[in-house]
């Protein structure tokens, strides 16, 4: 079965400095999709980034980036220019491709901080 | 920009309960989910729906639970006679018309039960 696993329970980054997040995964699939989500202390779950692993090209969306190494499997996320607005549990997520379900199996979470 | 909504956003029972979560997914989305957040823990996977069926449950998806989408909007779940371990987070997710689309949660109702 699929686990991942996120070590970093909590974070703490300045307001303006560059954080990463780190994420493994397990799977004996070679194709799959990788999520990370963030929920602030309103409990919604919101998408920060996806990550196709037939793609070998780093997804971006603005501040926020990913290190992906497949090889490893191993799935940072990398906050630049964190803002206070940024606090939040972040939750790594993992998809199998082409399966006819499509559920996600989520981390346990690391709760991130940033200070002013 | 469309989105999932869930309510009630916080129901209260009594233990042995009966309580039914409602979503409404996006209009043009075709999968359903639930799943679950316990305080402080990591949100688990409950049950996948398409076609009007379960696709996938987890073990957590005991007897005491169900899901259906009654009147062609609505997706819900409910539980039958409620534990005090089923007080969690209970967030649908739906995604559109591929399995490999992006899943967009709704904002969770928060299930608490005395």
């Known amino acids: 079965a699929q686990t991942v696993t996120q070590s970093q329970p909590e974070m703490s980054v300045q307001e303006a400095e560059t954080v990463t997040l780190s994420c493994t995964y397990d799977t004996s699939e070679s194709d799959y999709y990788l999520f990370w989500y963030k929920q602030p202390p309103s409990r919604q779950m919101i998408l920060v980034i996806r990550q196709e692993a037939y793609k070998q090209q780093n997804a971006t969306e603005n501040r926020f980036s990913v290190n992906f190494q497949k090889a490893a499997k191993s799935f940072s996320l990398k906050i630049s220019d964190s803002q206070l607005g940024d606090a939040a549990m972040y939750f790594c997520?993992?998809?199998?491709?082409?399966?006819?379900?499509?559920?996600?199996?989520f981390g346990k979470g690391t709760k991130l901080s940033v200070k002013p | 920009e469309p989105e999932v909504t869930q309510t009630p956003s916080h129901q209260v029972t009594q233990m042995g309960q009966e309580v039914i979560l409602r979503c409404v997914p996006i209009s043009n989305h075709l999968y359903f989910y639930w799943y679950r957040q316990i305080l402080g823990q990591k949100v688990e996977f409950l049950v996948s729906?398409?076609?009007?069926?379960?696709?996938?449950k987890s073990e957590i998806f005991d007897d005491q639970f169900s899901v259906e989408r009654p009147d062609g909007s609505n997706f819900t779940l409910k539980i039958r006679s409620t534990k005090l371990e089923d007080s969690a987070m209970y967030f649908c997710?739906?995604?559109?018309?591929?399995?490999?689309?992006?899943?967009?949660f709704g904002p969770g109702t928060r299930l608490t039960v005395l």
């Open positions: 729906f398409y076609n009007n069926e379960i696709s996938e």
């Open positions: 997710a739906t995604h559109g018309d591929r399995v490999t689309d992006t899943q967009y």
């Open positions: 997520a993992y998809m199998e491709y082409g399966g006819s379900q499509g559920n996600l199996i």
